[in-house]
C-alpha cells in the first residue's frame, strides 16, 4: 500500500513534497517492523535527506525520521550511532517544542534505555527521572507514557540491585495499567505484558516463586495473543515458566543479594562474542524504546 501511494504521489509531485516524504518514513517504518533492517535504514536516510533539504534540520518532521533512525542502529547494534541520533533528536525537540514537550520526553526515555543497555546507569536514571517527572507533569501519574517510564526504572532498578525499589515501579506500573486500560484491554497492550514478565523475573529473583509462575503466565497469555507464539518474547517468557516448573524445588531458597546484582548486570553487559546472549539483551533494549 505504501509503495503504491509512494508511486502516485512521485507523478502527481515533486520528488521531496512533504506527502512523499511521510510515505517513504512510513515505509521504513513497516520495513523495521518487519525486521528489513537494511531496507528501513535506505527509507529514513531518503526522508531525513528530503525533509532537510525541503524543511530544515530542526523541523518536527526531520526529528521524528532522525528519532527513527537512532531506534534502528539500535536494533542493529550501532549504540554509538543510535547515540548521536538521539542526542540530535533531543536537542532539535527542545529548540522546536520546549523541554517539557511528550515529545521530547519520548527522545529523553530513548536517551535512558540506550545508556541502561550500555551500562551508563547512573546516566540512565537521570533520563528516566527526567521522562518521568516529564509525563507525571504533563499527561498525569496513571497515564500509559508515565507507566511505561516507571517500568523502565523499575528494570533499572532491578539492574542495580535495589531490588526493593525496583519492585515499588513494577507494583505502581501494574496497578497503573489495571486501572488506564482495565481488564479487557490491558492483555493487548505490550509495556503492560513486559511489566508483567518483569515483575515476574524480580519475584523468581526473590523467591516467591508462586507470584513468579503467575506474572509469567500473564505475560504469556498477552504475547501469544498479540504476537502467536513463534515470537521472541512469547518464547522467552515460556522458557521461563517452563525452567522454573522443572527446577522449583531447587529454587526454593531465595538467590543471596550478591548472586542477583550479578544476574542482572550479566543482563546489561552481555558476555563478548556471544550472539545470542547479544540478541537477547538487545531485545530488553528494544522494550524500552518508543518511536517518535
Excluded at 524543511?55 to 550511532?81: F, I, W
Excluded at 525496583?166 to 493487548?188: C, H, P, T, V, W
Excluded at 543479594?257 to 562474542?273: E, F, Y
Aim: charged fraction near 25%; hydrophobic fraction near 35%; aromatic fraction near 8%.
Amino acid at each position: 500500500m505504501y509503495k503504491w501511494a509512494l508511486e502516485g504521489y512521485k507523478k502527481a509531485t515533486d520528488p521531496d513534497h512533504r506527502l512523499i516524504l511521510y510515505t517513504i518514513n512510513n515505509l521504513g517504518l513497516l520495513y523495521a517492523n518487519q525486521g528489513k533492517l537494511a531496507d528501513a535504514e535506505k527509507m529514513y536516510q531518503q526522508a531525513l535527506e528530503g525533509h532537510e533539504k525541503t524543511c530544515c534540520p530542526d523541523h518536527t518532521s526531520t526529528l521524528d525520521t532522525v528519532n527513527n533512525l537512532g531506534l534502528l542502529y539500535a536494533e542493529q547494534g550501532k549504540l554509538a550511532d543510535a547515540e548521536k541520533m538521539f542526542h540530535r533528536a533531543l536537542e532539535g525537540k527542545e529548540k522546536a517544542w520546549g523541554a517539557d514537550h511528550r515529545s521530547t520526553f519520548i527522545t529523553v526515555n530513548n536517551l535512558g534505555a540506550l545508556y541502561a543497555y550500555q551500562g551508563k546507569l547512573i546516566d540512565a536514571e537521570k533520563m528516566y527521572q527526567r521522562a518521568l517527572e516529564g509525563y507525571e507533569k504533563t499527561c498525569g501519574p496513571n497515564h500509559t507514557s508515565t507507566l511505561d517510564t516507571v517500568n523502565n526504572l523499575g528494570n533499572l532498578y532491578a539492574n542495580q540491585g535495589k531490588l526493593a525499589d525496583a519492585e515499588k515501579m513494577f507494583q505502581r506500573a501494574l496497578e497503573g495499567y489495571e486501572k488506564a486500560l482495565g481488564s479487557d484491554n490491558i492483555i493487548f497492550y505490550i509495556p503492560a505484558l513486559n511489566n508483567a514478565y518483569d515483575y515476574g523475573m524480580l519475584f523468581e529473583d526473590t523467591g516467591r516463586l508462586r507470584d513468579a509462575k503467575l506474572m509469567y503466565t500473564r505475560a504469556i497469555s498477552g504475547y501469544k495473543l498479540v504476537f502467536g507464539t513463534n515470537n521472541r518474547q512469547y518464547q522467552a517468557a515460556q522458557e521461563r515458566l517452563k525452567n522454573l516448573e522443572t527446577s522449583e524445588d531447587s529454587l526454593s531458597t531465595s538467590p543471596t543479594a550478591a548472586s542477583r546484582l550479578n544476574r542482572h548486570v550479566t543482563d546489561i553487559l552481555p558476555v563478548p562474542g556471544s550472539a545470542a546472549s547479544t540478541t537477547s539483551k538487545r531485545l530488553k533494549l528494544l522494550r524500552k524504546l518508543k518511536l517518535r
